[in-house]
């Protein structure tokens, strides 16, 4: 692929970049990471703001194509995640805009491409996603949560776990088990529902710095009409490998790390140790050389992924890859940032916390993207049977 933008891209770019640095400067003092918003009332308000700030603009639907309100382009998404991850605003549903709206796009029927999108676009409606079981993560197509169909609806019982911001989503998609006696893989149904229907139980799983991010979610007889089925009755599998590629090859990571790297630099520039500049010590510059070449990988395979989308050629293995970069990209960092800033890497909502206290956020975050989406053991898997051709192992 060509790499360079073209002047309207560039114009673009820079649209996105002001806006989102605007934005920035409004942050709630209380927003230190992206996941500030699921925990603390202010920064969800914030969250809604910066969305519907995007959605008047038709920011959040770039990429779709023209008849839904897009540009048609994956490289305009692109550019914009970038300055999205870059200023570390929110307002970008990663649920809704990143992942379901596409999928709808693929698989979904027009009626519900016309309830759903228009919501989704103007940064209105925020969704939730109801995959992981107690025992079944990796292996999801074990699930046991039920999806009876009874008439015209589908009748939903028992339990998801660590769904990221159920507590504040007002819909969820989720893949049920809705024929008990038909073969794995082929007994599941993806389904949209109504966060507010009656018999829908949301619980916090308080994560490890206290913060209120993830859920377990019961479901007791919770209705849910047929219509919002998405693919078909058992076809779920097909659904959740679509979505499942957009779900692990988001670029705003990349950009938030990139700007974390920036401010690591000037901190660097501008901080001296037994007298002498951090800059100047040179296992510290050869750590963060080694950042930097590490970010420029992860955005060229993320790059990639934007072109092969816009030719609707993105294979499992690629998403893959850039799942598993930028995530284990994202570990490295953190533990070699907050090593630099010594004990004030551990300060985030303090008045000793350097750079807003973003690498301790970062730090205590970073291995959520390695765990989520598919764990990153299964990503390498995925590489090696779908990418290399390996067989599975006996
Ligand atoms: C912070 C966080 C947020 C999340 N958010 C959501 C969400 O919003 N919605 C949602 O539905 N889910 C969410 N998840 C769940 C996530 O998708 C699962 O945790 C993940 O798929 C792993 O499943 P598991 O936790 O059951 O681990 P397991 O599947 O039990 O795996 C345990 C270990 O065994 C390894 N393993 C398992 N099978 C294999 C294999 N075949 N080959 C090699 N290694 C293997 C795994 O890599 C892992 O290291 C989230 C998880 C976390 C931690």
């Known amino acids: 692929m060509d790499f360079r933008l073209t002047p309207e891209q560039e114009a673009r770019k820079k649209e996105f970049y002001q806006v989102c640095g605007d934005l920035n400067k409004k942050k709630p003092p209380q927003y230190i990471g992206i ?14 703001h910066c969305a519907r700030e995007f959605g008047k603009r038709g920011w959040l639907s770039l990429g779709w194509p023209a008849e839904h309100g897009g540009s048609g382009d994956m490289m305009d998404k692109v550019l914009f995640s970038e300055a999205v991850g870059y200023y570390g605003v929110p307002g970008v549903d990663e649920f809704g805009v990143a992942m379901l709206a596409p999928t709808l796009l693929a698989a979904g029927s027009e009626e519900i491409k ?18 992981s079981e107690p025992n079944a993560g990796s292996d999801l197509a074990a699930l046991t949560t039920t999806a009876i169909r009874k008439g015209d609806e589908f009748i939903l019982n028992g339990q998801k776990t660590w769904n990221t911001g159920a507590h504040r989503a007002d819909w969820a998609f989720g893949v049920y088990k809705s024929d008990p006696q038909a073969k794995k893989h082929q007994n599941l149904t993806f389904l949209l529902c109504d966060m507010k229907s009656p018999g829908v139980t949301v619980k916090g799983i308080p994560y490890i710095d206290g913060a209120h991010i993830y859920n377990e979610v019961y479901l007791d007889d919770v209705k849910v009409p047929a219509k919002y089925i998405v693919g078909k009755e058992g076809g779920g599998w097909a659904v959740v490998n679509v979505l499942a590629g957009f779900e692990r090859s988001n670029i705003g990571l990349v950009y938030l790390l990139l700007r974390g790297m920036e401010q ?46 816009n030719r609707q050629e993105m294979g499992l293995m690629d998403a893959a890859s850039v799942k598993i970069f930028a995530s284990e990209l994202m570990e490295k960092m953190s533990h070699v940032a907050t090593d630099i800033l010594g004990p004030y890497g551990q300060a985030a909502h303090s008045k000793y916390a350097k750079m807003g206290g973003v690498w301790e956020s970062i730090y205590q975050a970073c291995f959520v993207p390695i765990v989520s989406m598919g764990t990153n053991e299964i990503q390498r898997n995925i590489i090696a049977w779908y990418g290399l051709g390996l067989p599975r192992m006996k």
């Open 114 to 131: 016309k309830e759903f999108l228009p919501g989704i676009a103007k940064g209105e409606t925020m969704w939730c996603e109801l995959w």
């Open 264 to 309: 690591l630099v000037e901190y660097c520039n501008n901080t001296k140790r037994n007298g002498v500049l951090l800059s100047q010590d040179p296992i510290i510059r050869n750590r963060i050389a080694e950042m930097a070449c590490g970010l420029e990988a992860v955005r060229t395979l993320a790059y990639r992924i934007a072109d092969q989308q």
């Open 35 to 48: 996941e500030s918003k699921n925990d603390n009332d202010e920064c969800w308000e914030f969250h809604r």
